[in-house]
């Protein structure tokens, strides 16, 4: 009989047993393998997470029992190697490796264990992110793309918060590019460059401006009156963000508004037509516009002189001073005055002594100032002085005398030619009468000198006016 507890793991081998007796022996191989015992409890640390290109810290098996021999499936990452007999994995990742388990298996010639260990290979992490910044876009005009500069690997872009309206982010270039739709204030965005080894990011700032504003205007020409308040001048423009500029300074009294390019108020002094140039400006540009604002004075009203005037040949007139509502600046007339009178075009006086007589004319003063005019029409009469009246050639007789509104011419017979004068030598009024009969009803009380003519011969007569 065999019997007993082997000690120690023995190869195969053929045992010969010989069974003796006094007649002799015979004997028998035996073949027998006493196997190790089979390993237990072995063990990695788990899950293992490496970057390519970095030595990793070596893997070593914690494992019961003798083992023969370590292996490993599926193969590990490239790079790195199972020593089969100490089961050690070691070595430096040369590839980006998903995560993935790999079976370790510990063998001796009583069994195996094995182990699953996972193991992740990143790739290095991307770094030196940049782009162009700060950077300023105008709405509805393409952009230059925006493109990043990086260290490393990427495997996408993001970008926190959402870019300007029309813009876009490419998540596998990093890519900024398109047409801003919008006006957006300055802002930051970031942008972040990922791989499997982790993130870099920059931040980059944006703005988007308006377009330039264009198609400014305003009405023009533009006349005011001092004193009046104006309808106000509201300009047209395409453009956003606007503010408004005007030079020269406006009249006293005008205000002009820099947020709405409003021109209002009341102007308060006279200003001859002037060129005003607003502009519009905006982050992106500007445009400008000229117009034409003249404040005239109110027009004058209400001018009046004495009429009808009767003067003298030879006789310094008493002035005919005018009366006016409101400024005038010049005073003029027409026809021309009699010869010796005048009209001073400041003041509108009209003075002098008259050369020559003249029939009765209506004369047409006009009064101007910069918002208009107003005229006036005098009655003007210049007569020859008594003392030219041709020596009495015939004599006629008036009564009654005084008289009240009618006046009876006897020794004359015919068409009779007469002027009435005052007892200065003022010509008043002048006339004919076929029925010798005159009639002063309208006449005011006094003394005047009736002047008779017939036949080329004339007389005077004093006569007095009673109501």
Not at 74 to 96: E, F
Not at 260 to 281: D, E, K, L, R
Not at 368 to 376: A, H, W
């Given at each position: 009989?065999?019997?007993?507890?082997?000690?120690?793991?023995?190869?195969?081998?053929?045992?010969?047993?010989?069974?003796?007796?006094?007649g002799?022996?015979?004997?028998?191989?035996?073949?027998?393998?006493?196997?190790?015992?089979?390993?237990?409890?072995?063990?990695?640390?788990?899950?293992?997470?490496?970057?390519?290109?970095?030595?990793?810290?070596?893997?070593?098996?914690?494992?019961?029992?003798?083992?023969?021999?370590?292996?490993?499936?599926?193969?590990?990452?490239?790079?790195?190697?199972?020593?089969?007999?100490?089961?050690?994995?070691?070595?430096?990742?040369?590839?980006?490796?998903?995560?993935?388990?790999?079976?370790?298996?510990a063998s001796?010639?009583?069994?195996?264990?094995?182990?699953?260990?996972?193991?992740?290979?990143?790739?290095?992490a991307?770094?030196?992110?940049?782009?162009?910044?700060?950077?300023?876009?105008?709405?509805g005009?393409?952009?230059?793309n925006?493109?990043?500069?990086?260290?490393?690997?990427?495997?996408?872009y993001?970008?926190s918060?959402?870019?300007?309206?029309g813009?876009?982010?490419?998540?596998?270039?990093?890519?900024?590019?398109?047409?801003?739709?919008?006006?957006?204030?300055?802002?930051?965005?970031?942008?972040?460059?990922?791989?499997?080894?982790?993130?870099?990011?920059?931040?980059?700032?944006?703005?988007?401006?308006?377009?330039?504003?264009?198609?400014?205007?305003?009405?023009?020409?533009?006349?005011?009156?001092?004193?009046?308040?104006?309808?106000?001048?509201?300009?047209?423009?395409?453009?956003?963000?606007l503010?408004?500029?005007?030079?020269?300074?406006?009249?006293?009294?005008?205000?002009?508004?820099?947020?709405?390019?409003?021109?209002?108020?009341?102007?308060?002094?006279?200003?001859?037509?002037?060129?005003?140039?607003?502009?519009?400006?905006?982050?992106?540009?500007?445009?400008?516009?000229d117009?034409?604002?003249?404040?005239?004075?109110?027009?004058?009203?209400?001018?009046?002189?004495?009429?009808?005037?009767?003067?003298?040949?030879?006789?310094?007139?008493?002035?005919?001073?005018?009366?006016?509502?409101?400024?005038?600046?010049?005073?003029?007339?027409?026809?021309?005055?009699?010869?010796?009178?005048?009209?001073?075009?400041?003041?509108?006086?009209?003075?002098?002594?008259?050369?020559?007589?003249?029939?009765?004319?209506?004369?047409?003063?006009?009064?101007?100032?910069?918002?208009?005019?107003?005229?006036?029409?005098?009655?003007?009469?210049?007569?020859?002085?008594?003392?030219?009246?041709?020596?009495?050639?015939?004599?006629?007789?008036?009564?009654?005398?005084?008289?009240?509104?009618?006046?009876?011419?006897?020794?004359?017979?015919?068409?009779?030619?007469?002027?009435?004068?005052?007892?200065?030598?003022?010509?008043?009024?002048?006339?004919?009468?076929?029925n010798?009969?005159l009639?002063f009803?309208?006449?005011?009380?006094?003394?005047?000198?009736?002047?008779?003519?017939?036949?080329?011969?004339?007389?005077?007569?004093?006569?007095?006016?009673?109501?």
């Amino acid at each position: 009989m065999i019997s007993g507890t082997p000690t120690a793991a023995t190869a195969t081998a053929t045992y010969t047993v010989t069974a003796t007796n006094s007649g002799g022996s015979t004997t028998f191989g035996i073949v027998i393998t006493v196997n190790d015992v089979a390993p237990s409890s072995l063990a990695y640390d788990t899950p293992n997470i490496y970057t390519v290109g970095f030595d990793i810290d070596a893997l070593v098996p914690v494992v019961s029992g003798n083992v023969d021999s370590y292996t490993a499936s599926p193969s590990l990452p490239d790079g790195l190697t199972i020593d089969p007999v100490t089961g050690i994995i070691s070595g430096i990742p040369s590839a980006v490796t998903p995560t993935a388990i790999y079976t370790v298996t510990a063998s001796n010639s009583g069994g195996n264990i094995s182990f699953d260990i996972s193991i992740t290979v990143n790739d290095v992490a991307p770094n030196s992110l940049t782009y162009t910044s700060p950077n300023i876009f105008t709405v509805g005009n393409a952009i230059t793309n925006l493109n990043p500069t990086v260290t490393g690997t990427v495997v996408s872009y993001s970008v926190s918060p959402s870019l300007p309206s029309g813009l876009t982010l490419n998540t596998s270039t990093g890519v900024i590019s398109g047409t801003p739709t919008a006006v957006t204030a300055t802002a930051t965005y970031t942008v972040a460059a990922t791989n499997s080894g982790g993130i870099v990011s920059f931040d980059i700032t944006i703005t988007v401006n308006p377009a330039a504003p264009v198609d400014l205007a305003y009405p023009t020409p533009n006349i005011f009156t001092v004193g009046q308040t104006i309808g106000s001048l509201s300009p047209t423009v395409i453009g956003e963000n606007l503010t408004f500029s005007i030079v020269p300074e406006l009249p006293i009294g005008l205000v002009f508004s820099p947020a709405s390019g409003m021109i209002s108020g009341m102007p308060g002094v006279i200003s001859p037509a002037t060129t005003y140039t607003v502009t519009a400006n905006n982050e992106s540009g500007s445009v400008s516009f000229d117009l034409s604002i003249a404040v005239v004075d109110a027009a004058p009203t209400a001018l009046n002189y004495t009429t009808p005037a009767n003067f003298t040949t030879g006789q310094m007139i008493i002035p005919l001073v005018p009366t006016v509502v409101g400024n005038v600046t010049d005073f003029s007339v027409f026809p021309e005055l009699p010869a010796g009178l005048a009209i001073d075009p400041v003041t509108g006086v009209i003075s002098g002594t008259p050369t020559s007589a003249t029939a009765t004319a209506t004369y047409t003063v006009t009064a101007t100032n910069s918002g208009g005019s107003v005229t006036f029409d005098i009655e003007i009469t210049v007569s020859d002085p008594l003392g030219t009246i041709d020596p009495v050639r015939f004599d006629f007789m008036v009564w009654p005398n005084p008289f009240a509104d009618v006046i009876n011419i006897s020794g004359l017979s015919g068409e009779i030619e007469y002027v009435l004068l005052s007892i200065d030598g003022r010509r008043l009024e002048a006339g004919k009468t076929a029925n010798g009969k005159l009639y002063f009803d309208r006449l005011p009380e006094g003394v005047y000198l009736l002047q008779i003519t017939q036949y080329g011969q004339t007389e005077t007569k004093k006569i007095i006016k009673k109501n």
